[in-house]
């Protein structure tokens, strides 16, 4: 999958490609006929600084220092200074496979030729990309507008041999990183360093990565939900195609078809699915709430989409026309927006789960042997597991508020309104992860569950999910260490063991 070259237009990536060379070490290349737009800007910005002219940013100071000019003989400092200034993140540096994806963004939009980069600076970044040196970008600092300008810079830095990298699985100085590679720092141009810093790339990027790894998340919280229901001896009937048609939310749609075929031929239903009428709605409303959460997925994958193709800095540069226009393209709030509603979406994903997880315990409700252990009292069972899922429940709950409804005004009230958008984008991944751990632990639950129904199988899914968890995980009789159990489940949710383990039973889940 890493192996093929990615040629980049600035019109065309998808999210798959970021992924392939964030996570796969994908090599990129410049398509040739976007070179000459690139080229063009570039001139067209060099000769603006000859000729004198006050443009923003590139003959101006920044910000509230847009009426400071600055002379010719300046606008390499005045440029270096931008990013060695703003380089001032604080946090956990990003994993590299995010910083891949933000280096990767920030390429594909300067290609486009709007931003008045020069070749030599962009090929510079490419070259970076492809032999795996990345920046140490820390993951706290920026507001969302101008962009992502603290974490950029951050990534900026690196190409003045400034700041520090990872390279070759070390954390290193970027100028002892450039001379191990046989790489000189560059020296940036007019508007250079505010292509690189000013736009959205960074909270795209970490959005990329997570919307990625929702969808199947979201296929798997369907496993894990139909595992439930038979170990619960639920009600099939509430999956009947002919109720989801009449409201036909997509979404909802796939998710009760889902079911129905992960529980085909399952003895289990057959034999108790008619005790009750209906069930509770952790089960009975599976397809509303899975589905509804999908619909919010497809959503923000749909703006996220559009925003990897964009271009974001400011001014941007038409040459055609010989203008700079200063507008106001950095401003995240559409990823902002959209990432508040990814964590929502998600967080409902682990909401149901939990709930289904404390039917699973609950010998009341589910029939079953309290805390899924025959001999309780003496032990304890799988009554801990749902504390933890309920804790990791009450903290999405509060990292499901949205922060683009918050704006804290900056540079002195000039930049009035913010987006918050790479904190949308970082809380939707936490939110994400948790909700990882939260289907890992009904999982575990849900097979002991349907162990009480045996001899009975299970249907065509639910049993090949069933049968990949029992590889490594035992049937438990008494109480054990559950910690690294529960750890190889929730990588096994990660790396996508179970979803692929039921697609090559079933085939592909919608």
């Keep these: ?10 019109h065309s990536l998808r999210l798959e490609d970021v992924v392939n060379v964030a996570r796969e070490g994908r090599k990129i290349a410049l398509d040739r006929s976007a070179v000459a737009f690139v080229e063009r800007g570039s001139r067209m910005v060099r000769s603006w600084v000859e000729d004198g002219r006050i443009i923003y940013g590139i003959t101006t100071g920044f910000g509230d220092l847009a009426s400071q000019v600055i002379p010719p003989d300046k606008s390499e400092k005045l440029q270096e200074n931008l990013l060695t200034s703003h380089a001032c993140g604080v946090g956990e540096p990003f994993p590299e496979e995010i910083v891949r994806a933000i280096m990767l963004l920030r390429i594909n939009s300067l290609i486009r030729g709007f931003s008045g980069i020069s070749m030599e600076t962009l090929s510079r970044l490419v070259d970076f990309l492809n032999i795996g040196l990345h920046p140490v970008i820390p993951c706290k600092g920026s507001v969302g507008a101008s962009g992502d300008l603290c974490p950029l810079s951050h990534l900026a830095i690196s190409l003045l041999g400034l700041g520090e990298v990872f390279f070759q699985g070390k954390r290193m100085k970027a100028s002892e990183a450039l001379r191990s590679a046989g790489l000189e720092p560059i020296a940036l141009g007019p508007k250079e360093g505010l292509a690189l810093n000013n736009g959205t790339a960074a909270m795209t990027g970490v959005a990329v ?8 998340v979201l296929k798997t919280a369907d496993i894990v939900g139909a595992m439930s229901l038979e170990a619960l001896h639920g009600v099939p009937f509430a999956f009947d195609h002919r109720t989801h048609e009449l409201r036909p939310h997509q979404g909802q749609i796939k998710v009760a078809k889902n079911i129905r075929g992960l529980v085909s031929g399952s003895r289990i239903l057959e034999k108790f699915g008619n005790e009750r009428v209906q069930d509770a709605y952790s089960l009975r409303c599976i397809p509303q709430v899975h589905g509804a959460s999908r619909d919010g997925i497809q959503y923000v994958k749909n703006v996220i989409q559009i925003e990897i193709n964009s271009v974001t800095d400011n001014p941007l540069i038409f040459p055609a026309e010989g203008e700079a226009i200063s507008g106001g393209n950095f401003h ?8 508040d509603f990814f964590g929502m979406a998600m967080a409902e994903i682990g909401n149901i789960s939990e709930r289904r997880t404390a039917r699973l315990v609950d010998g009341k409700l ?11 009292g003496i032990n304890s069972g799988f009554m801990i597991p749902q504390y933890v899922a309920a804790a990791l429940v009450s903290e999405n709950k509060v990292l499901a508020h949205p922060s683009s409804v918050d704006s804290i005004p900056t540079s002195a009230n000039q930049e009035d309104h913010v987006s918050m958008g790479m904190y949308s984008a970082r809380k939707g991944k936490e939110i994400l992860d948790n909700v990882k ?11 002991q569950g349907l162990d009480f129904s045996s001899p009975l199988e299970p249907g065509a899914g639910t049993g090949a999910a069933y049968r990949k968890l029992r590889e490594e995980i035992p049937y438990l009789e008494k109480d054990v260490f559950l910690h690294p159990m529960i750890d190889r489940i929730i990588k096994g949710v990660e790396d996508r063991s179970y979803l692929k383990a039921v697609e090559e039973a079933t085939g592909e889940l919608e």
Excluded at 368 to 374: C, I, Q, S, T, Y
Aim: charged content about 10%.
């Design 209 to 216: 990565m997570a919307v990625w790894e929702a969808m199947a």
């Design 1 to 10: 999958m890493g192996s093929s070259v990615l040629e980049l237009n600035g």
């Design 366 to 376: 589910s029939g079953l042997p309290p805390f899924l252990v025959e001999n309780s």
């Design 437 to 447: 751990k939260i289907l890992a632990i009904e999982l575990l639950l849900a097979a």
């Design 332 to 339: 995240g709030q559409p990823v902002a927006l959209a990432m």
